[in-house]
């Protein structure tokens, strides 16, 4: 049986986007219980429903409660074929996601992925739309074909990629994943903006979620205040 909750407390995701010289740029969303799309946290300040916003002591995240009736999915184990469909991708999004533009240069695409911990990095242009990906197998090709004369990302990334609308359930991102091989997949809002990475660990610990086992590393959301 499901249930209806009069509000929702949403986490404020930050896209951070590298350019050249080392120039950043960081764009803040919340994803829309209402429209089920990001919007720029911006937004959710002049919105009617917004009734509450909390901000982190480090300025960096934070937290609106909307005012919002929607049914959720039960509580404890469920089906996991069925949730995968019912889920979209926005919902599932990390709070941090970090792009760089083609300039960059690939120096500062290493020591990102090794700081970060990160396999791959979605390349946007000025309008934050997706236009390729740069993973560490990318940098590892270069170093074995020998390339010296290549300088910045765009000179090694791979044009051709797979993203997915926030709108698209998990299953797509759990079935493209696996047929094609990837390990990450971008996502991106209705005017083609990246929004977020899905990985296959982030799929994997939403299956063991649903299943019913509690994920080890994942921070739930905050409670709302009495």
Known sequence: MTTKTPNRRLPVRSCRVIGSGDSIETHHTVQCPRH??????????????MSKIDVDPDGKHGTVECHVEEPLLPNGRVDVAEA??????????GLDTTCVRSDVKIETVADLLVENGLRAVPVVDEARRL???????DLLRRRGAGKTRTKVVSDIM????????????????????????????????????????V?????????????????????PLPKPKA
Do not use: N
């Open 36 to 49: 089920h799309q990001s919007t720029a946290f911006a937004k959710c300040c002049g919105c009617s429903h």
């Open 158 to 197: 791979t044009p051709i990629v797979h993203g997915l609308p926030e709108d698209a359930p998990v299953a797509y991102a759990i079935s493209l994943m696996a047929f094609e091989g990837l390990h990450e997949v971008p996502v991106v809002d209705s005017h083609s903006r990246v929004i977020g990475m």
């Open 84 to 93: 995968a469909v019912r889920m979209r991708l926005g919902d599932m999004l």
């Open 199 to 219: 990985t296959a660990t982030d799929a994997l610990r939403w299956v063991a979620k649903s299943l019913g086992y509690v994920v080890p590393g994942v921070v």
């Open 131 to 137: 236009v390729g990906i740069v993973s560490k197998s």
